[in-house]
């Protein structure tokens, strides 16, 4: 390939960025309106700006630069939106698709090299490793509509690797075996054989120590930065700390760094939550900047003037083309119908596996440095490359409409979007408030894209207007934190002399349908175990109120262990609660494990492998509830224990829950808590259905309850 010796008609480091930024901005609105996936536009200007195109542009530093941190960003993304617990539930899947969108195009892609071009055996061997591998150039169409953890999407992101890995293990070999059999001072080609085979060995070994080394070190680490840093740019800072020192040292070992990202996002997927902020500022930056950029480095790799030149490298490129795209379709459809899927998830993962970018480039140049490729070849696979990304982007977007009208289509004839879910968080302290919203916002369905009602009840007295610009202040930095998520937040500063009636009457206004709230931290200024008011709230409403104390931040927590008690599967808000804490294992990919009946444990079972099978559930009998206090030396510090407990007078309430704050004190003090108080008496509150026969009001600890414990005394 010929590059142009001509200046740039750009040369100035602002200027470049500006146009840069211009692009970013203009290609999906141009390919808006042209009904094309806009990372072709991107592809496309790369092309017209380059070297090989009007020449605005060199592809100098700055693209190399960013352009692979781009290629890093959309490995890295791949493998921390993956859901591993299906990854393990079908590892089998996995490993067939991942050897059949490997061996196919590279079977495909060596026969018709050796037989139809008339390449030797090793460069039509290299260019089957370009054919086998792939990058998910389209990767960021999914992300757009929100299909990360499709199980499509999953198979073709781990497939991916799977053949990568494969592709960059046999290159290696070639590349060993080849250089040592070219060098006169090896002697004959055993010996260069032997070296291939000693390196191989050494190769495997570093390989086996980088995976070890990375499973051991960096969750530990990552647990002991959460912990003690919650600054929203350190923790991102970190997050690429890991990415790129991942990438470096698979590097150092002789692969890709794109691997090390892949390898980095899959370690750190559990720790990041998909509905954090966290996420939100990784996708966002990556989205905007890092990966537009790979996008038009790769474009401006393309010299569409080769096609020109004569029909051979016409023939060849379209030879290229076919064979390895081909090969793909293959293997793609062959798994859809072997693991028995419609035809859109086979379009899917036809679509995110056939596209070929930077690493086609890279191995291309490992075969010019081994004397293998010539400039017909290297011409063949650029142009490849436009060819693969303009089929895979437009198949994937496709594919992820189908999906999505589908998906949708699907949650209307449920009826799960007439859910009436609306969250209504109650906020007092500034210490726990942020860990209140980062829960809340990893329990509330996605599906429905409802906002979230932040509460600030102020006792109306004297003090009242210091106390409400506080309650502001905390509102405002709760908004710019839920804004991190791009979710909508009501928020309301409420003056009331009765902070229980306060927040019932706002709970009323916003038409909400459960209240998340902390415990109490200031045991100094009432010894309560529920503190001034929640008693009274949770016996005047009927609504779902969750009661957390937070000793970890979530993200951290590695096993979330539920106490059930009897008949509670026969609630109003049985299914509620249950939702709530299977979506919050799902975003955090903690393990849950329920204690409680048989008969309760077995309903629980079943709705979570219908609603939730990607959940990592475990069911532990406990025949009493005298038995909850024996959970304690089962609770660890990177726990959270919840209790599912019942209001006076309904069908699971137990004496035994008369204890409940004495052995939650005694027992699991220093713990993460969080206290359930499940719907009861269907949707209604005791508010809108008074009668002089239903008590109003009852107190934390009877007349009797005090003489029972003074003849206990005695």
């Known amino acids: 390939m010929t590059l142009l010796l001509a200046k740039p008609f750009i040369q100035d480091p602002t200027m470049i960025f500006f146009v840069v930024l211009l692009i970013i901005l203009l290609a999906p609105i141009i390919m808006g309106k042209l009904r094309i996936p806009h990372i072709i536009g991107m592809v496309l200007a790369g092309i017209l700006v380059g070297p090989f195109g009007l020449n605005v542009l060199e592809r100098g530093s700055s693209f190399e630069i960013f352009g692979q941190v781009g290629l890093y960003y959309i490995m890295f993304l791949a493998g921390l939106e993956m859901d591993l617990e299906s990854v393990k539930k079908n590892t089998r899947h996995f490993l067939i698709f991942g050897l059949l969108t490997c061996l196919v195009p590279l079977g495909l892609t060596y026969v018709v090299a050796t037989t139809v071009l008339g390449y030797s055996s090793a460069t039509s061997f290299l260019l089957g490793c370009i054919m086998a591998s792939n990058t998910l150039v389209a990767y960021p169409i999914v992300g757009r509509y929100g299909l990360q953890r499709h199980p499509s999407v999953g198979l073709s992101v781990g497939s991916s690797m799977i053949s990568l890995f494969l592709a960059l293990v046999m290159l290696a070999a070639l590349s060993a075996?080849?250089?040592?059999?070219?060098?006169?001072?090896?002697?004959?080609?055993?010996?260069?054989?032997?070296?291939g085979v000693w390196g191989s060995l050494l190769f495997l070994v570093k390989l086996a120590a980088y995976i070890v080394g990375s499973v051991m070190v960096i969750p530990r680490l990552t647990r002991y930065f959460l912990r003690r840093y919650s600054d929203s740019v350190m923790q991102y800072i970190y997050v690429l700390s890991v990415m790129f020192l991942s990438a470096a040292l698979t590097s150092l070992i002789g692969l890709e760094g794109i691997f090390?990202?892949?390898?980095?996002?899959?370690?750190?997927?559990r720790y990041i939550p998909h509905a954090s902020p966290l996420m939100n500022r990784i996708e966002f930056i990556g989205n905007a900047v890092f990966i537009p950029y790979f996008l038009i480095g790769v474009g401006m790799l393309i010299n569409v003037r080769t096609m020109l030149e004569g029909d051979g490298v016409v023939w060849i490129v379209l030879l290229i083309a076919f064979i390895g795209t081909f090969g793909k379709a293959l293997a793609a459809y062959i798994s859809s119908l072997l693991f028995r899927l419609p035809q859109r998830d086979?379009?899917?993962m036809f679509g995110l596996t056939s596209a070929h970018a930077a690493g086609a480039i890279a191995m291309v140049m490992v075969g010019m440095r081994l004397q293998l490729v010539n400039d017909d070849m290297l011409n063949g696979v650029v142009m490849m490359i436009l060819v693969t990304?303009?089929?895979?982007?437009?198949?994937?977007?496709?594919?992820?409409?189908?999906?999505?009208?589908?998906?949708?289509?699907?949650?209307?004839?449920?009826?799960?979007?007439?859910?009436?879910e609306k969250i209504l968080i109650c906020v007092k302290y500034p210490e726990i408030a942020p860990q209140l919203l980062s829960m809340s916002l990893l329990m509330r369905n996605e599906e429905l894209n409802r906002g979230l009602v932040a509460l600030n009840v102020v006792y109306d007295d004297e003090h009242a207007i210091s106390g409400r610009e506080q309650g502001l202040r905390l509102l405002e930095q709760l908004q710019e934190q839920a804004s991190a998520s791009e979710v909508k937040v009501q928020t309301q500063v409420r003056l009331a002399t009765n902070i229980a009636n306060g927040i019932k009457h706002a709970f009323r206004e916003f038409a909400c349908s459960e209240i998340v709230m902390g415990m109490h931290v200031h045991t100094d200024r009432n010894p309560k175990f529920w503190g001034e008011f929640i008693q009274s709230l949770y016996n005047g409403l009927n609504r779902q109120i969750i009661l957390?104390?937070?000793?970890?931040?979530?993200?951290?927590?590695?096993?979330i262990q539920v106490a059930v008690p009897s008949r509670a599967e026969f609630e109003a808000g049985f299914h509620r609660w249950l939702e709530r804490l299977c979506r919050l294992a799902g975003q955090l990919d903690c393990r849950i494990q329920f204690h409680g009946r048989e008969e309760s444990l077995e309903l629980i079972r079943t709705y979570i492998g219908t609603h939730h099978a990607s959940v990592r559930a475990e069911y532990t009998p406990m025949g009493h509830w005298n038995e909850l206090p024996q959970l304690a030396s089962r609770i660890a510090d990177d726990h959270m224990f919840v209790v599912i407990t019942a209001r006076k007078g309904t069908i699971s309430y137990k004496n035994a829950l008369e204890r409940l704050p004495d052995e939650l004190q005694e027992h699991f003090n220093g713990k993460n808590l969080m206290i359930i108080f499940p719907d009861q008496f269907g949707a209604a509150t005791k508010d809108d259905r008074m009668s002089f026969t239903e008590a109003q009001h009852s107190e934390e600890s009877s007349i009797y309850d005090a003489i029972a414990r003074l003849i206990h005394k005695k």
């Open 548 to 559: 957390t104390r937070f000793v970890q931040p979530l993200n951290t927590l590695r096993r």
């Open 346 to 348: 086979g379009n899917m």
């Open 177 to 195: 075996s080849y250089s040592a059999s070219l060098s006169p001072e090896e002697g004959d080609a055993l010996s260069g054989g032997m070296n």
């Open 389 to 420: 990304c303009i089929i895979s982007t437009i198949m994937t977007e496709r594919a992820a409409q189908t999906i999505t009208v589908k998906e949708r289509t699907h949650l209307r004839q449920s009826g799960t979007t007439s859910d009436d």
């Open 260 to 269: 090390g990202a892949f390898m980095s996002g899959l370690i750190l997927n």
